[in-house]
């Protein structure tokens, strides 16, 4: 491993390839996760509510296959194909097969390559920035969350907290030793990030009678805070923000969606979360001489 590492310091080209294939090859199972983990979720709901509420769910335990990240294998949804090893190489597989199921010649969605080079492109300009150090190796991880919670929070308006909790407690931890932030910032990023949005969703809800977001918005924003400490929440909040209007008014414009349809705010806050995680500090300067 020392080898490894002494090789990377040597040859950043290599350190930077590698990430890349590594980003791709994650990036195709953070498409299991994104389309799997919520079908996981509604089943186990479905589960303690017939317990909850004393039914009989008997027949669907019995009918239920085994269904998880690993197991069933990956299958076509128009044929029930089964995706074979050739099938499924990142990007590559997706270009042979010229977008199409090889047996019965369905379009296969093109946001399967796409988030497979999301994950390599994002990961890498993450190893470029950090350099071969355990904030690249957890950086990283950070990223593929990221990219699974802002897609499932597209599709569904839900943000796991099978992702979520887990990485904030591990931005705590990670902090005990310094590695993005100090304790006491990452203690009240976490504890300030979840006030804050919780304090909105209430003002909110007593001003209007609506809910304006979701409860997995404030863990979200506490896991960013846990991970980069209370000082670049303002910046996380208002990059979120623009990025959310200039992407909402556009989806309307272009018609895909109503103005009354819900917009999931989570993959704003996981953008803007993830560029003050490299910039951050930078954007906070400029403005700051800016201003002053």
């Known amino acids: 491993m020392t080898n490894l590492i002494e090789l990377f310091q040597l040859n950043s080209s290599l350190f930077l390839g590698t990430i890349f294939i590594l980003g791709l090859l994650i990036g195709s199972f953070l498409n299991v996760v994104i389309l799997r983990l919520p079908v996981m979720m509604q089943t186990d709901w479905k589960q303690q509510c017939c ?6 769910n008997s027949e669907d335990k019995q009918n239920n296959t085994v269904f998880n990240l690993i197991t069933p294998r990956s299958r076509c949804p128009f044929c029930n194909h089964q995706i074979s090893a050739f099938e499924n190489i990142p990007v590559i597989s997706y270009l042979f097969l010229k977008g199409k199921c090889i047996e019965c010649k369905n379009k296969i969605s093109i946001r399967y390559p796409l988030v497979e080079l999301t994950s ?3 990961v890498t300009i993450v190893a470029f920035y950090f350099g071969v150090s355990l904030q690249t190796l957890f950086a990283v991880c950070l990223t593929w969350a990221l990219i699974s919670l802002s897609m ?5 308006q839900l943000l796991p907290d099978d992702i979520t909790l887990p990485f904030l407690w591990l931005g705590i931890f990670l902090n005990l030793f310094n590695i993005f932030t100090d304790i006491q910032s990452s203690v009240l990023g976490a504890i300030l990030g979840y006030g804050s949005l919780w304090l909105v969703y209430i003002i909110f809800k007593l001003v209007t009678g609506k809910e304006g977001m979701g409860h997995g918005d404030f863990k979200l924003l506490a896991l960013l805070g846990a991970w980069f400490g209370w000082q670049l929440l303002p ?6 923000s623009i990025v959310g209007a ?5 989806l309307i414009i272009f018609k895909s969606k109503d103005r009354s349809s819900a917009i999931p705010f989570g993959p704003y806050l996981a953008i803007a979360g993830w560029v ?3 910039w951050g500090p930078y954007i906070m300067s400029a403005y700051l001489n800016a201003v002053i």
């Open 51 to 56: 317990e909850l509420l004393e039914l009989d």
């Open 120 to 122: 390599a492109v994002s």
């Open 152 to 156: 499932i929070d597209f599709d569904h």
């Open 235 to 240: 910046l996380i909040i208002i990059l979120s």
């Open 246 to 250: 200039a992407i909402g008014i556009s």
């Open 276 to 278: 003050s995680m490299l």
